[in-house]
């Protein structure tokens, strides 16, 4: 159909370790031998692979006619380092679980970090698993992580169904800025923070603040009762007198008094409101990324987060 891709076909461990599993797939890509180069064999409940000397064989044996190999669910077992250090894979998958847990709080967001930073240091590549937002893809991609699967993405569909979802499926604009403003370990406070500012923003231009949070926002010392203003505020001592960090304060206290005017729009004119939700989306892109700008300019871990 002119997609030039791999398809993903799952195998069991016991399957994968079974006799007969190896003489199989090699009288398959014997007789299609074109279609080694597309096929990805995807070794799911790898807790079962007992037998590594055994795996190994199969995997370079597989590999030997073009045919790659993952490991599914990498993280949530007890030997996933040791798959990583004897087993010869072209790719592992990250376990779901980690991926939905990492809007919970900082300590899931750097178990995530080191997983992507691992597979990265052994040359690896990494599929996040369980990308159901648009901000786990936000976050994937300021990690470094730029291959995942998920709801967001697409759900599961039937085969002539796919090539339409190639054609029109766009990911969101706000990856692109992520993408090309890694986040880095020393600077994780302000990641936080970045991510609380953009959380914040979807959530009352949406409609989706609660009553509480909206009146936060129209209250004149909103900017110092969200989460964000909280993180800058505790800033003010190290980084009072950087110029980058003065502007970020005076974006963030428009982006303030431009919410107060659009809450105050609420069912009135639809264009207008639309207008005023532009030049907030503006203000805040250019807050982050004088954000990361300050990243580049300074060596400071930006403070312990705020409670």
Same mark, same amino acid.
């Not at 799911?44 to 795996?55: F, G, M, Q, V």
């Not at 008094?257 to 809450?263: E, H, P, R, V």
């Not at 907030?280 to 892109?285: D, E, M, N, P, W």
């Given at each position: ?12 461990a ?7 599993? @190896?003489? /199989?797939?090699?009288? #398959? ?5 074109? *279609?080694?180069?597309?096929?990805? %064999?995807e =070794?799911?409940?790898?807790? @079962?692979? /007992?037998?590594?000397? #055994? ?5 370079? *044996?597989l590999?030997?006619?073009? %045919?790659? =190999?993952?490991?599914?669910?990498f993280g ?9 250090q ?62 995942a ?79 964000f ?27 303030h ?7 105050g ?28 700008s ?14």
């Open positions: 159909m002119g997609h030039d891709g791999y398809l993903s076909v799952n195998i069991c016991v399957g994968f370790l079974s006799d007969g599993f @190896l003489s /199989r797939i090699q009288a #398959l890509s014997a007789e299609y031998p074109d *279609a080694c180069r597309h096929l990805l %064999i =070794v799911t409940e790898t807790s @079962l692979l /007992r037998d590594i000397p #055994l795996a190994r064989s199969i995997i370079s *044996a590999e030997g006619q073009g %045919i790659r =190999v993952s490991l599914d669910d949530s077992g007890y030997a996933s380092l040791r798959y990583l004897e087993l010869p894979v072209s790719q592992i998958k990250l376990d779901a679980g980690f991926i939905r847990a990492l809007l919970d709080n900082e300590r899931n967001l750097a178990i995530v970090s080191g997983m992507i930073t691992t597979a990265r240091t052994m040359g690896i590549p990494l599929v996040a698993e369980g990308v159901e937002s648009e901000e786990h893809g936000e976050i994937l991609q300021a990690l470094g992580c730029f291959k699967q998920g709801f967001f993405i697409g759900h599961p569909m039937a085969l002539e169904e796919i090539p339409a979802w190639i054609a029109h499926w766009r990911a969101p604009k706000e990856w692109t800025f992520w993408a090309h403003h890694p986040w880095h370990v020393e600077h994780r406070k302000l990641f936080w923070a970045a991510l609380a500012h953009r959380r914040w923003l979807q959530r009352l231009l949406s409609g989706q603040a609660d009553p509480e949070e909206q009146a936060q926002a129209m209250a004149p010392d909103g900017p110092h009762r969200c989460r203003g909280q993180w800058y505020d505790s800033q003010a001592a190290s980084m009072g007198d950087h110029p980058l960090y003065r502007e970020i304060g005076a974006l963030h206290e428009r982006i008094g431009a919410m107060i005017g659009f809450l729009l609420d069912g009135l004119d639809d264009a207008r409101r639309e207008s005023e939700r532009d030049v907030i989306l503006k203000l805040s892109q250019t807050l982050l990324c004088k954000l990361w300050l990243t580049d300019s300074s060596s400071s871990p930006f403070g312990e987060d705020v409670p």
